[in-house]
């Protein structure tokens, strides 16, 4: 699980992203300390895991609140970002299962996920774990002196039900069951 010490490894991996593809939208690159503070504010609802190898930062995921409304609040939008020496090793598989293991324990029920086409290595991950596209926003950003469409993928956790909880937030969540499935 992340905390806001790790803000300065997780921005390492982040920032080339930034800076050299529009694969996210983020134009500047925060500071450290603002960085923290976000990794802070998401995770006081939603899981954001590091995976470590031999000590270094090789990759990060998370999850935030797909809106404001309440009536959203079962449905959540994902993120994954692996460093370039650590590509194509499983850890990417590895952080995603165990994120949407998490979320599924929280009762979610829907998992976005917002790709900046074309970007064919993220679409085959994504579909590879189980989300389906349903939606493309043509010309819905301008990064790097272009317009770009963005696709949403998603997949479904939970049934949906009637009358359902509210998804529970990660300090409410058994800190058994997410070292459980932090070992996946």
Known sequence: MANAADARSVLEIYTPYIEHTSYTFEIEVPS??????????????????????????????????????VAYQWCVESSIYIHDDFMYRGIGSRLYIALLAILAKQGVRNVYAVINLPNDA???????????????????????????????????????????????????????????????
């Not at 270094?56 to 999850?63: H, P, R, V």
């Not at 002196?145 to 937030?169: A, F, I, M, R, S």
Request: charged content about 30%; hydrophobic content about 35%; aromatic content about 18%.
């Open 32 to 69: 450290v300390d603002a960085f923290a503070q976000r990794i802070l504010n998401y995770t006081e609802s939603w899981p954001w895991l590091i995976y470590e190898v031999d000590g270094k930062t090789a990759g990060y995921s998370y999850a935030t609140k797909h809106r404001e409304r």
């Open 122 to 184: 993220s679409v085959n991950f994504h579909e590879k774990h189980g989300f389906r596209w349903f939606a493309d926003y043509k010309n819905a950003g301008y990064k790097l002196g272009k317009w770009k469409t963005v696709g949403w993928w998603q997949k479904k956790l939970n049934e949906y039900g009637d009358d359902p909880h509210p998804p529970q937030k990660m300090s409410e969540l058994d800190t058994a069951d997410v070292s459980a499935f932090l070992k996946i």
